[in-house]
């Protein structure tokens, strides 16, 4: 019978198991974080937030939905609803933007962040994903509102291939819904090299809502309705006495097939954004991503753990065609010109990481070490060739060391420092027409900031548990939408307000009850920037940084009740509130959109195993009605609340595993989450209907 394991860990302390609701209701050994601390560390020395979800999960998720937006959601009530987009713009963990990463290799782009970070591979490659909530630089830039690790599959001792196919649809469409997808992979070993080698291929319908309409389709930011994707993976691995070197290679393709038009709704009215069949002007959106990863590892290196990787990511996020006033050259290209962008990407880096245990013979761990990271990033319009983010690069290192101590009974202390030095080198350049064609000087403005993270966990019984902790992260900001927007003349890189880094506190205590039959966890956080970084629509439909004071708090709940023997419930509550400072008198007081945080959220779930082979989970989402004021008290928009319920059950027969996924069972009617606080007639767009989903997946 397959347990229904533990996957979240709200607020993590000495705790020495993990439960299992299988039928022995037994324990688990406790599982291994890596991500926290850059070394492998039991949940019990990590003072973090921390959520895990485990390959068991993830395949109970992607029953129903292979979205990771959505299957984060379902796990992360902090987390924000998806977009069911391409982009993943407006998605943010704890209010903030999070740090992606593919077996700590960066995704996210945070010099021009379009929003494309959660599109980078499919979920089928994954073993688990490791998440830290709250702003720390661990990994370095881009970590305000925490990590994301999506940690790949390893390949198996004995050789072994796996097939997957599958069928996604909505009954009451059939032949325009109707999505699938393959998936081959051949794992195994010969002597001391291993290999685990897979290819992924998605080809999606469109969508539906509660009503019968079709959802609007984003014909500008992409969409992954009627696209198809593709992934290919391989890892590769050679071990020998304590040493062993591995190659990753990840390439990922996204691409929207530019059959549909979209129509635009009208928020006022309460009409939705919906869409037409017809040809889409310009190449299709797309998001093209190459990750490429080699890892050093060492058990023994002078004394010292030694673990050492080179990476490179190679990004291209191609968004639709449109004849967006800020594209109009009139002078040169006449009249009513379409236009399209693409953000480009190319990272480079090396982590090194030594670890020496029992320092000195003292109960002290040590890691330390020191990153190197380069990116160059630029936007580029294709259709004419012109520049419209220059090309940027972020040039960083920045040595670290973390400290852990465990001398006295029951208490671990943590307590670590990274020194970040930066510089962001940028040429001169002009802006388009509409901007004025003004003449920007270049520059190379350097930054050197020391951050520092504390933390500790104390075992108060066997049962009860507690931690706290207080950390820092850094970020810089969306550099590319700053510089391409300059409109007035005279202005210098270097001397840009706006290019200051974003520096942002995070201070959490949480506690933890862990019995045979019940667990509960509860963390309460505050996330504090002097200067930081919101995102603003204007008159004109586009989206400007604005640099300013926020400040977000709120707490995460978690309980878990193994009923019986076949039977675990779970429940999960996230409140976030945050605020800026809309005057710039140095006080909040202007409650964040929905651009930047995410509502109110209770999950609630039943997981059944009702024989050996069949198991069935159900879940339900409501999101909280919520009304955002002005620095006044005045209502400036609402949230209307709603519920999602999915269902899925899996079934071992033939050889391998049934799954059925319904995605909104009850077919609830409602604009997502998005559209209510943060769209506009372009994106006015409902939720998905009620959709089925068929998968046979059989290990051979």
Do not use: C
């Amino acid at each position: 019978m397959r347990g229904t394991r533990t996957t979240l860990a709200l607020a993590i302390a000495a705790t020495s198991t993990l439960s299992v609701a299988a039928e022995s209701n037994s324990q688990i050994e406790e599982e291994v974080v890596v991500t926290a601390s850059r070394t492998e560390k039991p949940l019990s020395a990590i003072p973090n937030t921390v959520t895990l979800i485990d390959q068991q999960a993830l395949a109970d998720q992607m029953a129903a939905t292979s979205d990771l937006s959505t299957i984060l959601g379902n796990l992360i009530p902090s987390f924000s609803p998806s977009r069911q987009k391409m982009t993943s713009s407006g998605e943010s963990l704890r209010g903030r933007k999070p740090l992606y990463l593919i077996d700590g290799v960066p995704q996210s782009n945070p010099l021009r962040n379009g929003g494309r970070d959660g599109h980078t591979i499919d979920p089928l490659v994954l073993e688990r994903v490791e998440v830290i909530h709250g702003a720390n630089a661990i990994h370095g830039m881009g970590a305000s509102g925490g990590i994301i690790n999506l940690i790949t599959r390893t390949p198996s001792d004995d050789f072994q291939q796996s097939v997957r196919v599958e069928s996604a649809l909505q009954t009451e469409e059939l032949s325009d819904t109707l999505g699938y997808n393959g998936s081959y992979s051949l794992s195994g070993k010969v002597r001391d090299i291993d290999v685990l080698a897979s290819v992924t291929y998605r080809n999606s319908g469109v969508s539906y809502d509660a009503n019968g309409d079709i959802v609007g389709f984003d014909n500008t930011q992409g969409d992954t309705m009627d696209s198809e994707t593709t992934n290919a993976f391989i890892k590769t691995g050679y071990s020998w006495d304590d040493q062993r070197v591995q190659l990753t290679i990840n390439h990922f393709l996204v691409e929207g097939n530019n059959n549909w038009l979209s129509v635009d709704g009208d928020i006022d009215a309460g009409i939705p954004t919906t869409a037409v069949e017809g040809d889409v002007p310009g190449k299709s959106p797309s998001n093209e991503v190459t990750t490429i990863n080699l890892q050093y590892s060492n058990e023994d290196f002078f004394g010292q753990k030694l673990r050492t990787q080179v990476f490179s990511q190679d990004f291209a996020g191609t968004y639709g065609a449109t004849n967006s006033g800020t594209f109009q050259d009139v002078d040169t290209y006449g009249p009513d010109l379409f236009d399209q962008s693409q953000n480009n990407s190319e990272k480079q880096g090396l982590k090194l990481t030594l670890i020496k245990d029992d320092v000195a013979g003292a109960p002290v761990s040590l890691a330390y070490g020191v990153d190197l990271l380069q990116d160059e990033t630029w936007q580029q319009l294709i259709l004419t060739s012109r520049a419209w983010v220059p090309p940027t690069q972020y040039k960083n290192i920045a040595p670290y060391a973390q400290a852990e101590f465990s001398g006295i009974e029951h208490l671990t202390i943590t307590a670590g420092v990274r020194h970040e030095i930066s510089e962001l080198q940028v040429d001169d350049f002009t802006t388009l027409a509409s901007y004025g064609s003004q003449f920007v000087k270049g520059g190379n403005p350097e930054f050197s900031e020391t951050l520092g993270n504390i933390g500790a966990t104390y075992a108060v019984t066997d049962s009860l548990r507690v931690y706290a902790n207080y950390s820092e992260g850094f970020s810089m900001p969306d550099v590319g939408r700053v510089l391409r927007g300059i409109d007035e003349p005279g202005q210098e890189v270097e001397n840009f307000l706006d290019m200051q880094p974003i520096l942002t506190e995070n201070q959490e205590l949480g506690l933890e009850f862990d019995s045979e039959q019940f667990a509960a966890q509860v963390a309460y956080y505050s996330s504090d920037s002097d200067i930081g970084q919101r995102l603003a629509l204007g008159d004109d439909g586009i989206y400007s940084v604005q640099r300013e004071k926020t400040d977000i708090n709120g707490f995460e709940l978690r309980g878990q009740w193994f009923a019986t023997d076949t039977d675990t419930l779970e429940a999960r509550y996230a409140y976030t509130k945050g605020r800026y400072d809309a005057d710039d008198d140095g006080n909040v007081d202007t409650d964040l959109d929905g651009r930047n945080i995410a509502p109110n959220r209770f999950n609630l779930s039943w997981a059944r195993n009702w024989t050996d082979v069949l198991s069935t989970r159900i879940q339900a989402n409501w999101l909280l009605d919520r009304d955002f004021e002005n620095a006044e008290g005045n209502v400036t928009r609402e949230f209307d609340g709603y519920t999602v319920i999915d269902a899925s059950a899996q079934l071992q027969a033939m050889g391998g595993e049934f799954a059925l996924g319904i995605q909104n069972l009850t077919n609830e009617d409602y604009f997502t989450y998005y559209s209510q606080t943060a769209g506009n007639d372009i994106r006015n767009f409902k939720g998905i209907g009620r959709s089925v989903n068929l998968s046979y997946s059989r290990v051979f």
